[in-house]
T-cell receptor, first 111, second 113 residues
């Protein structure tokens, strides 16, 4: 059973368009992280959200943690080819040092 | 440069032949962890370590061993590899636990025939 479900699994859009990627769970997390992974490399942390309802912005990327701490979203404005990659969410549960990753969203931005 | 170094990057071996994948970090991080990444299954945690001599099972520990004798090193040992352990393996470290940013190595692609 996958604790964190990401949708969509694959997304291919034109440069300049906006998009949203979702990370959903029935479990509550103490914090949630978003990573981007490029071919041949390990994931690289983009952001950590820790408070229910929290919104963080990283240039054209906006991350939101759900009020109930069970879900998160990543919104990209005016996507660019450099945004292409595998986006992974990862959640840490209270009192637990295991980090559970979602299955990922593979994003392709077409020039 | 702060980094997590895994070796080797690629490894092809045969069933039953013991192997070790090394992982070293130069950031004085307390927390280290191993993951395997498989298509459609994402990253799954194998083992993690909160500090020297402290290791715990992740979600898929069967068939693997680890040790943490020094803070900087966290080797992954496959005593008797099997084909279902063919995967892409990542080592990661963080300052203190999973609520600190994880720094990943560049991966080890293992093929067991």
């Amino acid at each position: 059973t996958q604790l964190l479900e990401q949708s969509p699994q694959f997304l291919s859009i034109q440069e300049g368009e906006n998009l949203t990627v979702y990370c959903n769970s029935s479990s509550v997390f103490s914090s949630l992280q978003w990573y981007r992974q490029e071919p041949g490399e390990g994931p690289v942390l983009l952001v950590t959200v820790v408070t229910g309802g929290e919104v963080k912005k990283l240039k054209r990327l906006t991350f939101q943690f759900g009020d109930a701490r069970k879900d998160s979203s990543l919104h990209i404005t005016a996507a660019q080819p450099g945004d292409t990659g595998l986006y992974l969410c990862a959640g840490a549960r209270f009192g637990n040092e295991k980090l559970t990753f979602g299955t990922g969203t593979r994003l392709t931005i077409i020039p | 440069e702060a980094q997590v170094t895994q070796n080797p990057r690629y490894l092809i071996t045969v069933t039953g032949k013991k192997l070790t994948v090394t992982c070293s970090q130069n950031m004085n991080h307390e927390y280290m962890s191993w993951y395997r990444q498989d298509p459609g299954l994402g990253l799954r945690q194998i083992y993690y370590s909160m500090n020297v001599e402290v290791t715990d099972k992740g979600d898929v520990p069967e068939g693997y061993k680890v040790s943490r004798k020094e803070k900087r090193n966290f080797p992954l040992i496959l005593e008797s590899p099997s084909p279902n352990q063919t995967s892409l393996y990542f080592c990661a470290s963080s300052r203190v636990g999973v609520r600190s940013p994880l720094h990943f190595g560049n991966g080890t692609r293992l093929t067991v025939t």
